[in-house]
Each structure stands twice: as C-alpha cells, then as structure tokens.
C-alpha cells in the first residue's frame, strides 16, 4: 500500500509564504508568476495574492496528453528580454513539466542563442515548488521549494487540498 502525505490550507498558505521570503531573502522580485495548471495555479494564486505580484497562466499538461501543451513564446521572449519570471507547480515530481517548458521555450524564441539561455534560466526564469523530488530529472534547479521527498527511497503520494475533494 502506498504511502499518502496530505497537505492542509494552512501548509500550504506556510508554504507560500516561505516560497515569498525566499525570494525576499535573495532579493529577486518576479515581474509576474506563472502558475502551471492544474497544480500550480492554485499557489501562484496565492503568492500573486501576497505580493501584489501579476500572474499569468501556462497549460502544461504531460500526464494527461502533451498535445493540449500551450506554447507561449511571448514568456520566453519576455524572460528573454531581461523580464524576471517565476513558474511555479505545486511539485517538481519527474522533472517532465520543467524540462519541457526549458526545452520549448529554448526552441521557440531565439534558439540559436544558447548562451543568453543559460544566462536566463536561474537569473530571469526561477522555478518554484512547494514539493521538491529529489529523484526529480529536471535539468535545471528549483529556485524555491519548500518540502523535499525523495520518490527513489520511499513511494509517496501527495494529496494537495484541491484534490481531496472527493469523487462525483
């Protein structure tokens, strides 16, 4: 039987708050957030709330059908462009989401220049999570992150508080 880790309202209003300081610490400031649906919507939201922060919206959707996956050059060209941009899920679990948002933004907006990407991924584009997988393969680095799990040593299922809602 696997193992379940269930997130309360509070956890994660704690778990934004801390993702804030973090980014107060580093003295960074997002010139908007961009929550990953459906996970990362909800703490964007929040953190959009708190700071008075713009958030946008990115549909990134691997586990369901990589089809429905929105292209948005216009986040990358403004990241790009020098815009500080944080893009946040509710877990970093395989590194699949993350990595292809580097991947098509990479291709989609000046892909030739491979050298102002790697000056723009942990300057101007910060990842954040609530939930850090360890075992994660996402090549580049959560920014912020508020809980660690390793899913290579102990199988754990998160259960946010958006999910536990039921079934109808």
């Not at 679990?93 to 991924?121: E, L, R």
Request: glycine share 6%.
């Amino acid at each position: 039987m696997i193992k379940k880790h269930y997130y309360s309202w509070t956890d994660i209003e704690r778990m934004c708050v801390s993702i804030v300081n973090q980014m107060y610490k580093d003295n960074w400031r997002p010139d908007y957030i961009v929550g990953l649906t459906r996970g990362g919507n909800v703490p964007a939201t929040i953190i959009s709330n708190m700071t008075g922060i713009r958030c946008e919206a990115l549909k990134v959707s691997l586990r369901d059908d990589e089809s429905e996956s929105e292209s948005n050059c216009w986040m990358a060209e403004d990241a790009y462009d020098g815009k500080n941009v944080l893009i946040i899920d509710d877990i970093n679990d395989t590194g699949a989401t993350f990595n292809w948002i580097i991947d098509d933004w990479q291709a989609g907006c000046f892909p030739n220049d491979v050298a102002g990407w790697k000056s723009a991924w942990g300057q101007n584009v910060r990842f954040a999570t609530l939930t850090d997988n360890l075992a994660s393969e996402f090549k580049g680095q959560c920014a912020y992150t508020c809980h660690e799990i390793n899913k290579a040593e102990e199988d754990v299922w998160l259960v946010y508080p958006w999910e536990n809602v039921g079934e109808y």
